[in-house]
């Protein structure tokens, strides 16, 4: 058995499962992409790691260094319904090569992509890891048949497997921050049998008003499902171990990783065309409009609270994403989603989604450009005189708490914008990486 807390990546993309799992103590021996700009972003911030840009799905295990656990993300895009599948559209696994407009890269690097969980069993049963760590969507437990055979393998090979529902915006420690970030990931944690088991209960912080104290939130479950999202109209939420009221944990406001000295172009300077009569496509335009009339609908509930306005010339996210809405804004942390608009701040979005406050989490970031930041400037607040940008890449890095020194390069230690946030949007959370790896390095 090696001796020292060393790890293998596999599909490592941005990098957070390496960033993560060393934060916590683990050394990274190889780190292995088919992309070449993640590659070489693996390589500038791990040197001492083996870098291997390869086509995982055709490359002999035998041929990667010893170490003591493998962390692996398979491929999610074809499985979350963010990829443009669609819940019942088609079954998961090889699927049809989609256009690239679906993933953020090019259309012969999506094709080495489309790796299969598989590819772990094989690294494992090559090496015989002390652990293996997964990461995916929570479609890949709930709507992939093979899934419960995927998990029989592990236990043929020696191990016990736990499978735990977890949210980035709900982990953190002690020199771990959480992300800012609604982030719902399915993590598979297996450890060699005989072992002791790592404890991937989440237990994050919350305030009980029943109470009125301070607790640690227990997971609590609707039904009998152990696989799905957080939120009320979820699968989980959590809830005080006292008096079982449902509490709200604490989390991080998109806020906090926001440039505040990039505003970004007045709308009232963007071009008018015949389609984009608004300056936008009619669906963003329709939600610029929608968060400046929450804006003023805080203001007058403001005036009727004490007779003075507050300030509403504050920033607010506009999220593109389906089956979004907007929120009230009398909950700093509100659950789930873009919900809660208050004078506020940033969430990243996709196609559906309305204006959202920035106290709260991101969303979770996909492969594309994904998230607007609108700031009104000026009193009386005017459409054409906000202004609007999308979130740079670096902010996007953020959202999944890299540290803000964090290299991004290509071959050419440059990198493309596209390449960028298809990189962020693919990785793992650092937190959550850094928060499995603590609990795993405990029982190694």
């Known amino acids: 058995m090696i001796s020292d807390l060393t790890t293998v990546h596999l599909f490592g ?8 799992m060393a934060a916590a103590g683990f050394d990274p021996a190889a780190v292995a992409n088919h992309n070449s700009t993640c590659v070489a972003t693996l390589k500038a911030n791990f040197p001492d790691a083996k870098a291997l840009c390869v086509d995982i799905s055709a490359y002999d295990m035998r041929h990667l260094p010893p ?66 760590v997964c990461e995916n969507v929570v479609e890949f437990g709930t709507d992939w048949p093979l899934f419960e055979v995927w998990l029989a393998a592990f236990d043929k090979l020696g191990y016990h497997v736990q499978v735990a529902s977890l949210n980035s915006a709900h982990l953190s420690g002690p020199g771990n921050p959480a992300a800012p970030q609604w982030r719902d990931r399915l993590y598979i ?25 301070e607790v640690a939130a227990v997971q609590s479950w609707n039904g009998s499902a152990r696989i799905g999202k957080y939120g009320p109209r979820r699968q989980y939420v959590y809830r005080c171990p006292g008096c079982k009221s449902t509490v709200e ?23 008018v065309t015949e389609h984009k009569p608004d300056r936008f496509a009619p669906a963003t335009a329709a939600r610029i409009r929608a968060g400046l009339q929450l804006c003023e609908r805080a203001e007058r509930q403001a005036v009727l609270a004490d007779g003075v306005p507050e300030a509403m010339a504050e920033p607010f996210l506009v999220v593109l994403r389906r089956n979004g809405k907007a929120r009230p804004i009398d909950r700093p942390f509100p659950a789930l989603n873009a919900g809660g608009n208050h004078v506020g701040v940033v969430i990243p979005y996709r196609r559906g989604n309305h204006p959202a406050t ?8 996909g492969t594309r450009d994904s998230a607007g930041l609108l700031i009104p400037a000026g009193e009386p607040v005017a459409y054409e005189e906000c202004h609007y940008r999308m979130l740079r890449w670096r902010e996007l890095f953020a959202a999944q708490r890299f540290p803000d020194d964090y290299i991004v390069c290509g071959p050419d230690r440059d990198v493309k914008v596209k390449e960028a946030i298809a990189m962020a949007g693919n990785a793992v959370s650092v937190n959550a990486a850094q928060w499995i790896g603590t609990r795993l390095a405990t029982v190694l």
């Not at 991080?252 to 300077?269: F, K, S, Y």
């Not at 920035?358 to 969303?363: F, S």
């Open 249 to 271: 944990p604490y989390t991080r406001a998109a806020a906090e990783i926001i440039d505040w000295n990039d505003w970004g172009r007045r709308i009232g300077d963007r071009p």
């Open 189 to 213: 944690v297996a450890t060699k049998k005989g072992m002791r088991r790592p404890d991937l209960t989440p237990r994050p912080a919350a305030w009980c008003d029943p109470c009125g104290s």
């Open 358 to 365: 920035t106290a709260e989490p991101l969303l979770t970031l």
């Open 67 to 132: 170490a003591r656990v493998l962390v692996a993300s398979p491929i999610c895009t074809e499985i979350a319904p963010a990829g443009g599948r669609g819940r019942g559209k088609r079954p998961i696994g090889q699927a049809p090569l989609p256009h690239a407009g679906l993933t953020g890269v090019d259309a012969e690097d999506w094709e080495r992509t489309r790796a299969t969980a598989w590819d772990v069993i094989r690294a494992a049963e090559t090496w015989s890891y002390d652990a293996v």
């Open 13 to 20: 993309g941005g990098g957070g499962d390496a960033v993560g």
